[in-house]
């Protein structure tokens, strides 16, 4: 009687440990297989942002060409919002791992050239509304969290009004990039969450929709 016990005992513990084993390689298969996902999504929005970097480049100051530099400006800001949303949408439901981390700093090193290149697109074309996003992504502030939950929302609801009158670009202020940590010096951006409208306007309390769009061209 208890041989049969203690067999029993060591076929639930097999299974036991069989089980979490395949459960654990599933989470990792899964987990690299949406950085796979991510990571490609990542390479191909680069190629996107260089493109459109290069019509900037070779338009010159042709202000004919504006409207294409323009377009092609809008198009990506608004892919790379979108692919910005899943990312933070996969976020909020999975504990990160180190690669996920860095598809994340990459993509905000790509957001951070995209505001690099509006800026050197105003200068040349004027008359683009750009909205830029910058966010704590390593806070554990609830306060913090919740204030940017809402700010989110809001600039959605914004985007969705505005359609291709603004570009919007959300970026993670925290991502200890150069470049970025430049621009946020440069604009005498305080602390976040912050909206930088136009690089003129810098909006830290919560706002209507109605009440930032004052701050449009």
């Given at each position: 009687?208890?041989?049969?016990?203690?067999?029993?005992?060591?076929?639930?513990?097999?299974?036991?440990?069989?089980?979490?084993?395949?459960?654990?390689?599933?989470?990792?298969?899964?987990?690299?297989?949406?950085?796979?996902?991510?990571?490609?999504?990542?390479?191909?929005?680069?190629?996107?942002?260089?493109?459109?970097?290069?019509?900037?480049?070779?338009?010159?100051?042709?202000?004919?060409?504006?409207?294409?530099?323009?377009?092609?400006?809008?198009?990506?800001?608004?892919?790379?919002?979108?692919?910005a949303r899943g990312l933070e949408r996969f976020d909020e439901?999975?504990?990160?791992?180190?690669?996920?981390?860095?598809?994340?700093?990459?993509?905000?090193?790509?957001?951070?050239?995209?505001?690099?290149?509006?800026?050197?697109?105003?200068?040349?074309?004027?008359?683009?509304?750009?909205?830029?996003?910058?966010?704590?992504?390593?806070?554990?502030?609830?306060?913090?969290?919740?204030?940017?939950?809402?700010?989110?929302?809001?600039?959605?609801?914004?985007?969705e009004e505005e359609g291709e009158n603004i570009i919007l670009?959300?970026?993670?202020?925290?991502?200890?990039?150069?470049?970025?940590?430049?621009?946020?010096?440069?604009?005498?951006?305080?602390?976040?969450?912050?909206?930088v409208i136009n690089e003129k306007h810098i909006l830290y309390?919560?706002?209507?929709?109605?009440?930032?769009?004052?701050?449009?061209?």
């Open positions: 009687m208890m041989e049969s016990k203690k067999h029993v005992f060591w076929q639930a513990l097999f299974l036991t440990g069989f089980f979490f084993l395949i459960g654990l390689v599933f989470g990792v298969y899964l987990e690299q297989m949406r950085s796979d996902t991510f990571s490609t999504s990542f390479y191909q929005s680069e190629v996107s942002l260089y493109d459109s970097l290069a019509l900037s480049k070779l338009s010159g100051s042709n202000l004919s060409s504006c409207g294409e530099i323009k377009d092609a400006s809008i198009g990506f800001a608004d892919r790379i919002y979108e692919e439901k999975s504990k990160l791992t180190e690669s996920l981390k860095t598809v994340h700093r990459k993509y905000d090193l790509l957001r951070t050239l995209l505001w690099m290149n509006i800026i050197e697109v105003k200068e040349k074309c004027g008359e683009i509304n750009s909205v830029v996003y910058l966010y704590a992504y390593n806070t554990e502030d609830i306060n913090v969290k919740s204030e940017q939950v809402v700010w989110s929302r809001l600039l959605g609801d914004l985007k670009i959300p970026i993670a202020a925290d991502s200890n990039l150069a470049s970025l940590d430049y621009l946020i010096k440069k604009f005498q951006v305080e602390r976040y969450p912050a909206v309390d919560l706002e209507s929709v109605s009440d930032i769009k004052k701050y449009l061209k």
